[in-house]
């Protein structure tokens, strides 16, 4: 099988032996992996297999006990990473009592940028509709939105997502997808997080991780034919059943 050549571009994201311990949990145990720049990055694996942790070592909120994590060349967490690099969590700040325009103003303002970005970035997640609503009226979806027009402030060289499209529907799913491919268009890196393996499909890389191993590092067409298999689900599925039996 010939492999397809990528271009020499240095990565945007390098991990070298990262050990991480959260409470009792060793989390990792000597994590090695590279995310290529330019590129859509989807960081794949189950529930609790360290997708979020390895984020916050990216975004330089998570100690680590020992390893190397940089990005763009620098230590995770260096002060010249904070206009370069955008994070939108899990669980994060937006201010309910606020209204969708004024967090994003209020973000904006903090990120030095001029107030015309407030209306570029909700147009971008599709809240131009819902601007001047309080953002602790919306629904989940909608207030998933807000994180990520805030995310979108400014023009990070890196933006990594944990988890954006948790409780959107499929259209919103879909046109959120086509964001991430646009950004990537105009030379963006984005790393995604998702459990939703169909959401594979839509990137150009894919890191597979499972009780904070990497099992595979890969690309959507790659996968299926690694695995036989007709869906990302179903192959990531037979990448999980390899992993187990060689783990015994
Ligand atoms: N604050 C914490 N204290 C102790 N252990 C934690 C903490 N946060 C996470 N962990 C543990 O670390 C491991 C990795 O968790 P992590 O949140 O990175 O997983 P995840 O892949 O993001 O999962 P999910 O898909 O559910 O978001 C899990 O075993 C989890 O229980
Ligand atoms: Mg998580």
């Known amino acids: 099988m010939t492999e397809t050549v990528q271009p020499a571009r240095p990565p945007i994201v390098s991990v070298r032996g990262l050990k991480v311990k959260r409470g009792r949990v060793q989390v990792f145990d000597g994590l090695d992996l590279t995310v290529g720049s330019g590129r859509l990055t989807g960081l794949l694996g189950p529930s609790g297999s360290g997708k979020s942790t390895l984020i916050r070592a990216i975004v330089g909120l998570q100690r680590i006990q020992a390893g190397q994590v940089e990005v763009a060349g620098l230590p995770a967490g260096h002060p010249d990473l904070r206009h370069r690099l955008a994070y939108s969590s899990q669980a994060d700040g937006v201010y309910l009592d606020l209204t969708v325009a004024q967090n994003v103003a209020y973000f904006t303002r903090l990120a030095g940028r001029p107030a015309s970005e407030v209306e570029r970035v909700i147009e971008a997640v599709d809240l131009s509709g819902q601007a001047q609503r309080l953002a602790g009226r919306l ?32 259209v919103l799913r879909v046109r959120l997808w086509d964001l991430f491919t646009r950004l990537t268009a105009q030379g963006v890196s984005l790393i995604v997080s998702s459990h939703v393996m169909d959401e594979a499909s839509r990137c150009d890389d894919l890191l597979l991780l ?39």
């Open 139 to 170: 629904s989940g979806g909608q207030l998933r939105r807000v994180s990520l027009a805030v995310a979108l402030i400014g023009a990070p060289q890196l933006i990594v997502l944990d988890e954006p499209t948790v409780g959107l529907d499929p």
């Open 210 to 248: 499972r009780q904070g191993r990497l099992v595979a590092a890969t690309d959507p067409v790659r996968l299926l034919a690694q695995t036989g298999q007709p869906d990302a689900e179903r192959a990531f599925l037979e990448l999980i059943r390899r992993d187990q039996a060689a783990a015994r």
